[in-house]
Every structure is written in C-alpha cells, then in structure tokens.
C-alpha cells in the first residue's frame, strides 16, 4: 500500500515567489493534515482537512498562505509570495478519521527553502 | 488547546541501559502517540495509547498511559544504537481529530 506521497522533496526559490507544496493521501482516509517542522518552533499543524473540507485552519501563519483539498486524492500547499521565514520541511499526514482512533501517517515531507 | 511537554529534550545514553522519556499532558484525554523520527527522515508512528493503564511494547521500547496523571512514558531498555532518534509524543484535542506534539526528545545511544 502506497503511502502519503509528497512533491517536490526539496525545493528552492527566491523570495518573493509563489511556491506549492503537493499531498496524495492515502487511499481512503478521509482526513488530512498539514504540519511544518522547525529547529525553532518545532512541529506545528497548520490545516486539518475532513472530507475534503477545511476544518481548523488556525495555524496558518497569515494570509500568505494558502491550501486546497479539490479532490479526496489531492491537496496543496500554497505560499505567495514566499519569505525567507518560511523556510522549513513541510509534512503531510493522513489518517482514516472513520476508524477507532487511528494515527496520522506522514509523507516524507518538503524541504522548502528561501532564499 | 492541549499542551503537551516532553522531557528530557536531550538524551545521551550508553548502549544496554536503561531510561524512560515522559510525556506530560494539560487537559484530560483518553488517547495518546508516540512517534519516531531519523535524522532528515519522516515521522514514524510507533504506539497508539488508547485507554487509562494502557501498555504497548515493541521490541526494547515500552510505552504507557495514565490518564488520571496525564503522563505517558516511554521505556528503553538495554538500549542499541539503531534506537537513536527522535521521539515524539502527541495527544489529542478535544471534539477533533488535530494532534499536538511534544518537543521531542533527542535521543543519542553512544557504543
């Protein structure tokens, strides 16, 4: 069974730009997170999606960030335009919300980083 | 929002002994997790805690939950290199599925 897959694995960009992290869930969970990891603030959730909906958005760091769940197969990650501060390795999880308390299961992650 | 804290965040230890990493929680909660995670590497999960007095092992680590102290511990023995790592442990809030995770704690396992 294939895992949470995430594209690209690193990236590297310019301040300023626009940059979109990708996220293939597991086939048939239904929830999906994203978290960013610093040596700094450590592992935060960033958005939990359910259902393909939106459910807790309170960690997005302000309104340069962005994210979308078109599909039960697909999300992303958008940051525009990007900063310096941003850099980080960005993880997506999954979990199958329907079952008894089940743990999330994370892709490899994103190393994003600003120049 | 849950809080959870971690300690010690650092741990060095000597191959065959034995340590316990703790794990303290702010609100009540009937489920905990505890995580892996290498160097530049994803996160692993390594136990679902579910219920008060709950015990999980594998291999050389030992994981369990007391919900009335809102501790979990996580327990190695006689450890080996091939346990150095990050762990992490995270708890539930309440009314969603969202996890918040402890600060980790690096462990080093030195020959």
């Known amino acids: 069974d294939a895992g949470v897959i995430q594209s690209p694995r690193h990236e590297v960009t310019e301040m300023g730009q626009e940059v979109t992290l990708r996220c293939k869930p597991i086939?048939?969970?239904?929830?999906l997170f994203w978290y960013r990891q610093t040596m700094m603030r450590g592992l935060e959730l960033l958005i939990y999606f359910n259902n393909n909906v939106p459910i807790d958005d309170s960690g997005m760091p302000e309104d340069r960030f962005s994210a979308k769940m078109p599909n039960a197969s697909f999300s992303t990650l958008k940051i525009q335009p990007s900063e310096p501060r941003d850099s980080a390795v960005y993880f997506c999880a999954s979990s199958d919300g329907q079952g008894a308390y089940q743990p999330q299961h994370f892709g490899d992650g994103t190393r994003l980083s600003i120049l | 929002e849950l809080k959870v804290e971690q300690n010690p965040l650092f741990l060095s230890m000597q191959e065959g002994k034995n340590y316990t990493i703790y794990c303290n929680y702010s609100?009540?909660?009937?489920?905990l997790y505890w995580y892996r995670q290498d160097p530049g590497k994803s996160l692993e999960s390594l136990f679902v805690?579910?219920?008060?007095?709950a015990v999980k092992q594998e291999g050389r680590l030992m994981a369990s939950l007391d919900t009335k102290a809102r501790l979990s511990t996580l327990h190695i023995t006689a450890a080996v290199h091939d346990l150095s790592a990050t762990y992490f442990c995270a708890g539930p809030n309440f009314g969603n599925e969202k996890l918040t995770f402890g600060t980790g704690t690096r462990l080093t396992i030195i020959p």
């Open positions: 805690l579910l219920s008060n007095g």
């Open positions: 609100t009540t909660s009937d489920r």
């Open positions: 086939s048939g969970h239904n929830s």
